[in-house]
């Protein structure tokens, strides 16, 4: 499962992070720290009594430095003045004008003079950092950008995916080890796109006051719902709670047969009316016949829509006013990546649904879909379908999913 995404972003990012590290600019920058020289009698007025000294207007900071890491140690450059011409006649220091670099070289590798020049002597230190500009990085990101693409990942996604590392690398002091800053904002970013707004069902279920729990079920022709039907009312059945399956998909002929196997299996009830009969209607006896007989969960199987049918979709809205579902499931097939989470907006749009749950997951090498529809929909995913037995119904985890994808 998403093997090859998985295989493929670990190369990508790989290469991301060494383009990033090559195509980073270097920055000199020199900076001048008072040392703490000795913890000796402290006189700190010889400082002025010296010529030679640089004029410096910062006053000497009161803690020993001589361990500070490099970063904390970025300061305003002080103005470089050359020793020949602090002899002449000290200059009026030009705090703007940045020393320029030929110049810093001559003077930073002299030892700090003047042993006896007082309490703080002055040492001058060339900082290299690397920062890439948005531009590089926009460059850069492209082939990443590709490869998500090409795994299904949705564009709304990547765009975010983008800004996130966007906001930690671009044109910032680049982190010693690229790569890893790289995977840590990757795994914030997925864990945040991952975790939106879970449900815990079975307890919801379990709290609603008037019973039956309603949920009913949408999708496209053969994305599993009537098999997630079945799955569902399994895991349900094995914390306890008592089923009724509502065979609403009286479109095709083979539907309610389908269905009425799956009850009898699962050993639990089904409501049915004749082929070609009103969904809303069959929806509606189920409801009637779980409050008669206390169940716990109506399960609405429905046919599968085009999403693009304007009069199946009027039905489905019908049966949505009348039976007022407290969870709208759509399903959706994890393999048709871009197509499922298309279909998902649809079906989002028309009867604003509360979730999904993706099918064939097990098959799906890719895995841009589960990462992508919570994102897009903004709605959890609920379960993810992993095989044809009734088991095989995984309840969805960020943690999960970002693990198969090797962070
Ligand atoms: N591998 C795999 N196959 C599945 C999964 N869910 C459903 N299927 C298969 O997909 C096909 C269509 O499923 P069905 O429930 O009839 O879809 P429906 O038309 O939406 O009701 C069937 O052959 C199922 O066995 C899944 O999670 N993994
Ligand atoms: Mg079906």
């Given amino acids: 499962m998403f093997n090859k995404l998985k295989n493929k972003l670990k190369e990508a990012l790989s290469v991301f992070s060494k383009k990033t590290e090559e195509e980073a600019e270097k920055k000199e920058e020199v900076v001048e720290e008072p040392i703490k020289e000795e913890p000796a009698e402290a006189e700190p007025k010889e400082e002025k009594a010296t010529e030679e000294e640089t004029p410096v207007e910062e006053t000497p900071k009161e803690e020993p430095v001589e361990e500070k890491p490099k970063e904390e140690t970025l300061e305003e450059p002080q103005p470089e003045i050359k020793e020949e011409e602090v002899e002449e006649k000290a200059p009026e220091p030009e705090p703007e004008t940045p020393t320029p670099k030929e110049e810093v070289k001559e003077t930073k590798e002299e030892p700090p003079k003047e042993e006896k020049a007082g309490f703080f ?18 460059k850069l ?15 709304e996604v990547i765009e975010k995916i983008k800004q996130d590392l966007k906001l930690e690398l671009v044109d910032k002091p680049l982190p010693r080890d690229v790569l890893k800053k790289i995977q840590e904002t990757l795994t914030k970013t997925l864990t945040e796109i991952l975790s939106l707004d879970p449900i815990d069902l079975i307890n919801k279920i379990k709290q609603k006051d008037n019973k039956p729990f309603i949920i009913a079920i949408f999708g496209i022709n053969g994305s599993g719902k009537t098999t997630t039907v079945a799955k569902l009312s399994h895991l349900f059945q094995q914390n306890g709670l008592k089923t009724v399956l509502a065979a609403s998909d009286t479109f095709r002929a083979a539907a309610i047969q389908q269905l009425e196997e799956h009850a009898q299996k699962l050993n639990t009830r089904i409501i049915k009316h004749d082929y070609g009969s009103d969904a809303a209607a069959v929806a509606f006896d189920a409801i009637k016949y779980a409050q008669k007989n206390k169940l716990d969960v109506v399960l609405i199987d429905t046919a599968g829509r ?15 006013r009348v039976t007022n579902p407290d969870l709208k499931v759509f399903i959706g097939e994890s393999i048709t990546g871009n197509d499922c989470i298309e279909q998902a907006k649809k079906f989002q749009e028309i009867i604003n649904i509360d979730a999904a749950i993706l099918t064939k997951a097990d098959i799906d090498e890719k895995g ?35 693990k198969r994808l090797g962070f």
Avoid: C, R
């Fill in 306 to 320: 085009l999403h693009s049918n304007t009069n199946l979709m009027d039905e489905l809205k019908k049966l949505v």
């Fill in 368 to 402: 841009g879909a589960p990462l992508s529809i919570s994102y897009t929909i903004k709605k959890p995913i609920l379960y993810l379908g992993v095989g044809q037995e009734y088991s095989q119904l995984e309840e969805f985890n960020a943690q999960t999913i970002l």
């Fill in 141 to 155: 990101f492209w082939d990443l950008e590709l490869l998500l693409l090409e795994n299904n990942v949705s564009v």
């Fill in 121 to 138: 002597k002055k040492i001058k230190q060339t900082i290299t950092t690397k920062t890439i500009s948005e531009e590089k990085f926009d």
